[in-house]
């Protein structure tokens, strides 16, 4: 196994008056099993505030766990949710994807081939981005960004949360394509986190419903998109928009 | 009918950049307009010059913006910042961003209230209000904005446009951060107020079953330019122009069993 999840939590203390104590935590994750094979992807869906985004920064190490275990099994990157959070505002796009090779002792014209890959990766024109600063991007370019800054790395783990939130179809569908290709060729595994159901179905091998910090149902794909037994589920796959 | 915005060749350049490149639409009073189009392509940037809140660097080069008539172009900074909250609000499309990082998220909406007039007792009473309208409970208001989960954050901005009861609401990617039975929510409550209180809204999304449920007319952007726009049932249903086409050719479905999606 790639990720080995068991029975992990973390409570937020409620913020209450300014000298009252705080009393019953929000209980972001609350006993949260799975495992994730090589190659192969999680996908992560549910109400929310359920506590996925919790979850994706207990793995990538951002955030402390209150119990439970987890390990990961190999070199992890993470795309955050909000990207203009996570992009450094004062480092323009070829810093902010290479710092991750500084580390890893890869030349510059090393370091600036495997920028200049990832950006075209993610339909963006590389000559165009790199001196740039976040600010001056659209969200979805932002998003991209996010995206190329994680695959520079060339991470064996992916934790992706709402990677496509904000693509315009035709350019969520190329990125959904290339993480296909990639897992193909180098058999990554991928946490994927998404509110759309569709998809969901379309990247993941098997699928983890949660609701308020549980993971209510967890199966197959096939099974939870075709027989799903949990009521919340039913209750999410009903509510899928047409079109 | 009157107009509540009405566009009319718009073009803006940011630096060497032309972002927008003379685009003309209008939102009638009482309906709801849906902008899709490819990344990039200047919605949010449309959305922005409507509320005079270009980024630095970014000149009008041509064209008007008429709200109610009254053309901001002109208009001085004060002018504009008057008309934000009441005559126009927008819900933004990266939440995190928006809110001030160090106040509780609550004293935001409040903030926005009392700028307009409101009693300090009004303003709270109405973020309670508002809060339970967007599904959360009201005790989160007391938390800091990076205390919210994504898909709060995203309604307690909602729940801010619509705090002044604007004549033109302008939600940028509203439900990129909502799980579906959250997002039906979210656009029966927007159908509902529109309905209600007759104000106009400009709805820029990627996802055409929101525009599908949601919009009465819909555009559609690429490159600055709108390549297509009429009533959602003549673009969604026979799309005439082929980017259109290309778009609604993309959209993942449930059951897909394609290896590939085409792009
Ligand atoms: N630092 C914090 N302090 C207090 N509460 C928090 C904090 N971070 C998250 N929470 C709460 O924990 C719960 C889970 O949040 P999380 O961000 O994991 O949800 P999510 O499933 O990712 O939701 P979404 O789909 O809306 O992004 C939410 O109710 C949120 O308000
Ligand atoms: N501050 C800025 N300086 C320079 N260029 C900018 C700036 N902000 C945005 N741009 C550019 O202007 C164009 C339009 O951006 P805009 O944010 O309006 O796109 P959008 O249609 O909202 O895209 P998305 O769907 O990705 O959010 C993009 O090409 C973007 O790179
Ligand atoms: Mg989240
Ligand atoms: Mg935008």
Known sequence: ?243 | MDTTLRIDSLTVDIGPGRVIDGISFEVAEGRILGLVGESGSGKTMTALAVLGLLPEGAVIRSGQVLLKGNDIVPMSPEERRRLRGKKAAMSFQEPFTAFNPVMRIGEQVTEAMRAHGMSRAGAEKRLAELSRMVKLSPGICRHYPHELSGGERQRMMIAMALSCGPDLLILDEPTTALDVSVQKHILDLVSELQRRKKFSVLFITHDFSVVNKIADDVAVMKEGRIVEKGSKDKVLKAPGHEYTRKLIGCIPRLGDTRKRLPV
């Open chain 1, 1 to 243: 196994m790639m990720i080995e999840v068991t029975d992990l939590k973390k409570y937020f203390y409620k913020r209450k008056g300014f000298f009252s104590p705080s009393s019953d935590p929000v209980k972001a994750v609350d006993g949260v099993s799975f495992s994730v094979e090589k190659g192969s992807t999680f996908g992560l869906v549910g109400e929310s505030g359920c506590g996925k985004t919790t979850v994706a920064r207990i793995l990538s190490g951002i955030l402390e766990k209150d119990a439970g275990r987890f390990s990961i099994s190999g070199k992890r990157d993470m795309v955050f949710q909000d990207p203009f959070g996570s992009l450094n505002p004062r480092m323009h796009i070829y810093g902010i994807l290479s710092e991750s090779l500084k580390v890893s002792k890869v030349s510059p014209a090393e370091a600036r081939a495997r920028c200049v890959e990832a950006l075209e990766l993610v339909n963006l024109d590389p000559a165009g981005v790199m001196d740039k600063y976040p600010h001056q991007f659209s969200g979805g370019e932002r998003q991209r960004i996010a995206i190329a800054r994680a695959l520079v790395n060339r991470p064996e783990i992916l934790i992706l949360d709402e990677p496509v939130s904000s693509l315009d179809v035709s350019i969520q569908a190329g990125i959904l394509n290339l993480l296909k290709d990639l897992q193909e060729e180098k058999s990554l595994t991928y946490l994927f986190i998404s509110h759309d159901l569709r998809v969901v179905e379309f990247m993941s091998d098997t699928v983890g419903v949660m609701k308020n910090g549980k993971i209510v149902e967890c199966a197959s794909a096939k099974e939870i998109y075709s027989s799903p037994k949990h009521p919340y589920t039913r209750i999410l796959l009903e509510a899928v928009p047409s079109f």
